[in-house]
């Protein structure tokens, strides 16, 4: 990982904002910036300076990972953060919104009353937009390692195997291919629980005749995958087949215009439309994707509600569906990198319709 540049980035930013001291707590900004991979850390960026301070349990890690000016050890993290920013002689100071209340709280109460605090979230996000190519390389492997571990347990998907057998199997393949970890728990969803977005795998056998979705992921070095499949058991019935349909053609179409300069309100609107064309509209609740790289979910939001412009080098979901109480629900879901051609789709399952027992 070229961590100067991404300093420089930093850099750039204080510059921007018209401050002189940035103050990091959020775990993946501090990896992305530093390379500290622990839980709990602070960093300090000045034009100057990076420094990085942590407890004790983690000053053996920070020393072999972190790529920083100086590294630091505090008892308490707003004490160790005064004295650092009082080295530096700074007046304006951002910080991050996710940063402890109780934190902030000493900086503000002990720190000098000199000091100007500025909230920051999107500004220290749009750090993490752009991919460089290296981060692509982790998240397409990452694809890859759904691929791979899709294709080892499909043979299991039949009428009356269990949901948590599917997400432990494709979770214990995944890490036995090279995965540092699942992305987030499975979500494995047939018949009518196929209507809930969020299903986790639960007892429910698979029936013949349903659809089932599953959205999964992995993570290599920190960099994640996430991607959501939806195959018929079985025949179905054809309004079933329908949503399948409609949701994949809504798929289709938002992921053919991705190019920089789209609005990602505009893609959000593309497979929108569709489905209410097609009479769907009320069941398609979500946005159409998200942001994916350290954190599964960040920047950019794909929604209608998206300020956001596709821009070269950002990787985010495209993943619409169809979830109609009573009846199940259909996701498909794939990562795609906005190119200066267009874009590159970095997962690999194929989304065609597909009956897993034809096969
Ligand atoms: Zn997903
Ligand atoms: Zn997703």
Known sequence: MNYSRRRQKAVDLLTQLKLDALVLCHPENIRYLCGFTGSDGALIVSKEQLVFLTDSRYT????SEVVADKIDEYRVKGDGVIAVLTSLVVERIGFEVSL?????????????????????????????????ADEIQLI???????????????????PGVRETEISLALEFAMRKLGAEEKAFDIIVASGERGAMPHGVASDKLLAEGELVTIDF??????YHS?????LAVGDVSDELRRIYDTVLEAHDRALAAVAPGIALSELDRIARDYISTCGYAEYFGHGLGHGIGLEVHE????????????????????????YVPGVGGVRIEDMVLVTAEGHRVLTKIPKTFQNILLR
Not at 140 to 158: D, K, Q, V, Y
Request: hydrophobic share 40%; proline share 3%.
């Open 60 to 63: 053996t890690q920070a020393r």
């Open 100 to 132: 402890a209340v109780g934190v902030f709280n000493d900086l503000r109460d002990k720190g000098s009353s000199g000091w100007v605090w500025q909230h920051l979230h999107d500004e220290i996000q749009s750090l993490r937009l752009r991919k460089s």
């Open 140 to 158: 397409s492997t990452a694809a890859g390692l759904n691929l791979a571990g899709f294709t080892e347990i499909r043979p299991m998907l039949r």
């Open 217 to 222: 992921g992995c993570r290599c070095a920190g």
């Open 226 to 230: 996430d991607e959501t499949v939806t």
């Open 299 to 322: 920047g950019p939001v794909v929604s209608s509600r998206s300020k956001a412009v596709a821009d070269v080098g950002m990787v985010f979901t495209v993943e619409p569906g169809i």
